[in-house]
């Protein structure tokens, strides 16, 4: 079987759901076998964010991989693991409300507005609310023109991820800052120069 047909075939999004759970699977795993080291929510929090803008960077990856190898499977899984993005964001804010703020939302709200990067990190997370409760077809239908305008506001959400990442790293920036260039490669291909180069040398084009 061909890469092409792999992506095309029916097995392809099921395997996809798998993958994506699977650092879930490893945080439960080490939960349950006491691997989470001195801090186990700390590692819990840190984990789930970074996942977050590890699938938030791979979303985005879908449409230029199209272009630049032509292959229009790849947007098969953009929806999907736009999903598991907002999925793996709602575990860190999760974990870091009950954890940190016993629910307490008086505490919380505090906290938002003292510390910046926890400022940027929840501004994110409100901005990829409606995103992901539009990402159904019913809604893509029904918003029209409005739901790719809406939708653009995952840009915004990648720099405020990024921002509040490297805001919250204290030493080793070498994580952070992959993750800023992939970003900065990402924004600048939407924004035009960079979209236009691959789809001339993309082989759909050709």
């Given at each position: 079987m061909s890469f092409t047909a792999a992506?095309?075939?029916a097995y392809a999004k099921p395997l996809a759901h798998l993958l994506c759970l699977v650092p879930l699977a490893a945080l439960l795993w080490a939960a349950f076998d006491d691997g989470l080291g001195a801090n186990p929510v700390e590692r819990l929090t840190h984990e789930t964010g970074q996942w977050t803008l590890?699938?938030?960077?791979?979303?985005?990856s879908m449409t230029p991989l199209r272009q630049?190898?032509?292959?229009?499977?790849w947007i098969?899984?953009?929806?999907l693991l736009g999903l598991y993005t907002f999925f793996y964001l709602a575990c860190h804010?999760?974990?870091?409300?009950?954890a940190d703020h016993s629910l307490d939302v008086i505490a919380m709200g505090e906290d938002i507005i003292k510390r910046p990067y926890i400022t940027l990190g929840f501004s994110a997370l409100l901005l990829m609310l409606p995103l992901a409760i539009t990402s159904n077809q019913a809604m893509i239908r029904r918003l029209g023109k409005k739901w790719k305008s809406l939708h653009q506001l995952v840009y915004l959400i990648l720099s405020l991820g990024v921002l509040h990442f490297i805001w919250l790293v204290k030493a080793d920036y070498l994580e952070p800052t992959i993750y800023a260039i992939i970003a900065v490669v990402l924004l600048l291909?939407?924004?035009?120069?960079?979209k236009r180069f691959s789809l001339r040398s993309s082989p759909a084009a050709r």
């Open positions: 992506l095309r075939s590890r699938f938030l960077l791979l979303t985005l630049w190898t032509g292959l229009a499977a098969r899984f953009r929806r804010f999760m974990i870091w409300f009950i291909h939407r924004a035009g120069p960079m």
